[in-house]
C-alpha cells in the first residue's frame, strides 16, 4: 500500500524558511458540490439503476433518462432539457415493464444525418433510436431478448458511416450499419455483465468487442463476429461488471472484471490470460473506471462493493493503493465511481456514490473525502460525467431510485 509521509517535508521547508527570509503558506483547495436542478419524476418509483447520459446541442441540453420500474407499471424514456423540466417521452406498455426495460441510452449521430439520435435497447425485445429532439423513431431493429447493457456507436468496420453494437440480456450480438441492415449477429449463453466495450485490444490495428457473461465467460469479438479469443473464469461466482484500459504500458489493452463474490480480475486483451486477480470480502463488487487518477504514470482502477468502501487499485498489478470508506450503513448495491474532470483544473477527480444517497469527489491520489452532495433518496448506479453547459469541466449526472435526476456541478 503508498504511503505518503510530508511531515519531513514540511520540516525542511520551515527551517528553508527561516534561513530565507520567506514564510510557508499552505494553500488550500476546496470544492462545494453544488445542484443545478433535480427533476421530479413522473410517478412513485423504485430500482433505478440504469444510467442517464446527457448533451448540449447548439446551446440546448438534452438529458436522456431511462425510468424502469421494480412494481412493473411504469417504464418511459425520458428526455429532459437543461433546467430538469421534460421534453418529451416515450411509454413502454405496462405489460412490458420491467426493471430492465430500458438500457443505458447512447446519444449520437448513429445514421450520420446530421442531426443525433437516442439510442436504446428495450424490453420489446428491441434495440432504437429517436430524434433527440422530437422523439420520432428512427430506427427499430428485433432482438432476441430484452435490452440491458449500452448500445455502442462507433466505426468498427472502417466504413465511412458508424455502426451500431449491442448485447442484450440472453446474449444476442449483433452489429447494424447506419442503415440499421444487420451486418452480423451473434448468439451466446448470456451477455449481462456491464459494458461492452470496443477499441482495439489485442494492437492488430483493428478494433474489436468485448463482451462478458455473467457465468464467467468472457469472450472478443472480431469486427466481422469472428471469435478472437474466449477466456473461462467459471471458477468465480457471478461476473458482473467489466471496464477496460491501458493498465500496464504494453500494445495490448486490458479488461478488468468485478465478480458479486468480491473478486477483480485482469485479462489480457491480446489472449485473454489473467494477468492477475485478487480477493475482497466484499460481496457486490462494482467497476466502471480505469485511468491514471493520481498522474503517476501508472494507471489506477478504482472498485467498490456493498461495504461502501471504495478501492484503488494499481491497474498492473492489483495492488491496493488506497482504501476511503463512502458509508458504513448496510447498502444493497455498491455503485462504480467514475474518473473524470469536473473542476476545471489539470487532475482528475474521483466522483463516488453511495446507496445511501450521498455524492463524493474523491481525490484519486489520496483517497480523501473534498466534498459531498447529499439526498436521502437512494443511489443504485454510476454517475455519469457529461458537459452540460458552456463551460470546460464536465457537470456530474445521477439518477435516484425512485427516478429523479440530479445534474451537479463542482464549484
Not at 47 to 56: A, I, M, R, Y
Not at 111 to 122: K, L, P, W
Not at 248 to 253: H, K, V
Request: charged residues 25%.
Amino acid at each position: 500500500m503508498r504511503v505518503r509521509t510530508v511531515a519531513g517535508v514540511l520540516l525542511v521547508v520551515l527551517v528553508l524558511g527561516s534561513v530565507f527570509g520567506y514564510s510557508l503558506v499552505r494553500e488550500e483547495s476546496t470544492r462545494t458540490l453544488t445542484a443545478e436542478w433535480v427533476s421530479t419524476p413522473p410517478w412513485s418509483l423504485e430500482s433505478n439503476h440504469h444510467s442517464p447520459t446527457g448533451v448540449t446541442v447548439d446551446g440546448e441540453t438534452f438529458v436522456a433518462v431511462p425510468l424502469n420500474s421494480r412494481q412493473a407499471e411504469h417504464c418511459r424514456l425520458r428526455v429532459l432539457d437543461g433546467n430538469g423540466s421534460e421534453r418529451w417521452h416515450v411509454d413502454l406498455p405496462e405489460s412490458e415493464c420491467t426493471v430492465h426495460s430500458i438500457s443505458d441510452p447512447t446519444i449520437a449521430d448513429y445514421d450520420r444525418d446530421g442531426r443525433r439520435e437516442i439510442v436504446a435497447a428495450t424490453s420489446l425485445k428491441t434495440l432504437v433510436a429517436y430524434d433527440l429532439r422530437t422523439g420520432e423513431k428512427e430506427l427499430e431493429h428485433r432482438l432476441t431478448s430484452l435490452g440491458y447493457s449500452q448500445p455502442i456507436v462507433t466505426n468498427v468496420t472502417g466504413a465511412p458511416a458508424p455502426e451500431t453494437l449491442v448485447a442484450d440480456l440472453l446474449g444476442g450480438v449483433f452489429a447494424l450499419d447506419a442503415n440499421g441492415t444487420e451486418l452480423w449477429t451473434r448468439k451466446f449463453p448470456d451477455a449481462r455483465v456491464r459494458q461492452p466495450a470496443v477499441a482495439d485490444f489485442d494492437a492488430d490495428g483493428a478494433p474489436e468487442l468485448v463482451i462478458g457473461q455473467i457465468k464467467g465467460r468472457v469472450v472478443l469479438l472480431e469486427n466481422d463476429g469472428r471469435t478472437a479469443w474466449r477466456t473461462d473464469l467459471s471458477d468465480v461466482t457471478s461476473v458482473k461488471w467489466m471496464t477496460t484500459g491501458q493498465a500496464d504500458g504494453d500494445a495490448p489493452r486490458e479488461m478488468v472484471l468485478t465478480t458479486f463474490s468480491g473478486t477483480v480480475i485482469a485479462l489480457d486483451g491480446a489472449n485473454g490470460a489473467v494477468q492477475w486477480r485478487r480477493d475482497f470480502d466484499a460481496t457486490g463488487a462494482t467497476v466502471h473506471s480505469l485511468g491514471d487518477g493520481d498522474g503517476d504514470g501508472q494507471a489506477e482502477v478504482y472498485v467498490a462493493a456493498r461495504d461502501g468502501v471504495v478501492r484503488s487499485l494499481d491497474a498492473g498489478n492489483g495492488t491496493v493503493e488506497w482504501t476511503t470508506t463512502l458509508t458504513t450503513e448496510e447498502s444493497v448495491v455498491g455503485p462504480p465511481p467514475t474518473l473524470g474532470d469536473v473542476d476545471g483544473d489539470p487532475a482528475s477527480e474521483l466522483v463516488a456514490v453511495s446507496n445511501a444517497g450521498v455524492v463524493s469527489i474523491v481525490d484519486p491520489e489520496t483517497g480523501e473525502m473534498q466534498s459531498t452532495y447529499e439526498r436521502e433518496v437512494p443511489i443504485n448506479t454510476y454517475p455519469r460525467l457529461k458537459n452540460l453547459d458552456a463551460d470546460p469541466e464536465d457537470e456530474i449526472v445521477v439518477i435516484y431510485d425512485d427516478g429523479s435526476v440530479a445534474v451537479l456541478s463542482a464549484t
